[in-house]
């Protein structure tokens, strides 16, 4: 097949998105299939042999954390002459609309992708929270003509339906079990990110930093256990906040981490903690999971698709301190916590890569069997 993947955010970009892109790029290249990728353009011209379309980015003011590229008819131009087979429209909010409308003009079989969820994150920005009925409509309209609209947890699938919108499947997550795995443990990497308190128990939170990441949250939880200490690997538009939030509890900020360091991080660590309760997904929790990290989550929808209370992680409510305070007491309970540890890497193999890219590539498939029947 020809697949075109267009996409809001890739390489160098980090985020579970990109993760998924390039595993599923890797897996579609070793099968024989011919890759492009449109996405902005931030200095990438190619992966592994899949062809990468740069459009000229744009910063926002107010959001100089990330640069966004805008529609633009260079999509139909590109995609016109590559020709695809179908065409992955990921996330289409700015850029990745410009797919959905080539691939109506072309006549190509379209699959659009849902990843972020934006309604949801209204609610943690006050200002713009009575904008969510609009945004539901601009998201019904960019999926409506999809011949197959992806989600990635049963949770947001339901809510997706609840929306109105049509031809809704799961995407299986995936995690690389050798590059996040135990074995990565480090002594100098531990010292680092408990600023020296290697003794302290070790929380580690890994992701972009934004108000709707909820990590301010845990400050309460470091006054009451000061037994425990906090990593934050990551950056993002609240990074300068959320250093001011955790002034004076030792919690180190390591901006991104990348390759082995990150495994280090996440394998150094006594429990990775997720307060989040706005994500479609988390893959960093499966990422978690197979550095035989117990996962310590606030309750959603989709964490708790993933993690099974006292089984291969702690729940607590959101918004409860002594909730959040009980899940915590695990890393105290040696016999718990081992088990616990045992059954989140047991759980973590579960889930490759490959067999998730395997999946992606048959809804391909069945967007354009689908498309097929719609014409005939």
Do not use: C
Request: zero cysteines; glycine letters at 6%; proline letters at 5%.
């Amino acid at each position: 097949m020809k697949i075109a993947i267009v996409t809001e955010t890739f390489l160098p970009s980090t985020d579970g998105i990109v993760t998924r892109l390039k595993k599923a790029i890797e897996y579609f290249l070793g099968e024989g299939h011919e890759v492009l990728v449109i996405a902005p353009d931030l200095g990438v011209t190619e992966y592994k042999g899949a062809k990468v379309i740069g459009i000229k980015p744009v910063t926002f003011p107010f959001y100089r954390y990330r640069k966004w590229g805008f529609p633009s008819r260079k999509v139909h131009h590109e995609l016109k002459k590559f020709e695809p087979d179908v065409v992955h429209a990921v996330n289409p909010v700015l850029l990745a609309t410009s797919a959905v409308t080539a691939a109506r003009k072309l006549d190509v079989p379209l699959v659009s992708s849902y990843h972020t969820h934006l309604p949801k994150y209204l609610d943690f920005y006050k200002i713009y929270k009575p904008a969510k009925p609009l945004l539901w409509w601009y998201i019904r309209r960019q999926h409506k003509n999809a011949d197959i609209n992806l989600v990635t947890s049963e949770t947001i699938k339901k809510e997706l339906d609840q929306e109105g919108i049509e031809r809704l499947s799961v995407i299986p997550r995936g995690v690389d079990v050798e590059k996040r795995h135990p074995k990565f443990k480090d002594a100098d990497m531990r010292a680092r990110l408990t600023n020296g308190k290697q003794e302290n128990k070790l929380l580690v939170f890994i992701g972009r930093l934004a108000i709707e990441k909820e990590i301010h949250k845990l400050l309460p939880m470091l006054e009451k256990r000061t037994d425990i200490s906090l990593a934050i690997i990551g950056d993002g538009p609240a990074r300068d906040e959320l250093e001011k939030v955790f002034e004076g509890t030792g919690t180190v900020f390591t901006g991104f981490l990348h390759g082995e360091e990150l495994s280090k991080a996440y394998a150094s660590s006594d429990a990775f903690i997720f307060p989040s309760i706005s994500e479609t997904l988390g893959l960093v929790i499966l990422e978690g999971m197979a550095s035989g990290l117990p996962i310590i989550a606030a309750k959603s929808g989709p964490t708790m698709e993933q993690v099974s209370h006292e089984v291969n992680g702690m729940l607590y409510e959101n918004e409860d301190l002594d909730s959040l305070l009980d899940a915590v007491e695990v890393i105290d309970e040696t016999e718990k916590f081992r088990a616990i540890k045992e059954e989140a890497r047991k759980e973590a193999l579960k889930f490759s890569w490959d067999n998730a890219s395997k999946r992606l590539l048959d809804y391909y498939k069945d967007a354009r069997d689908h498309h097929s029947v719609g014409r005939s």
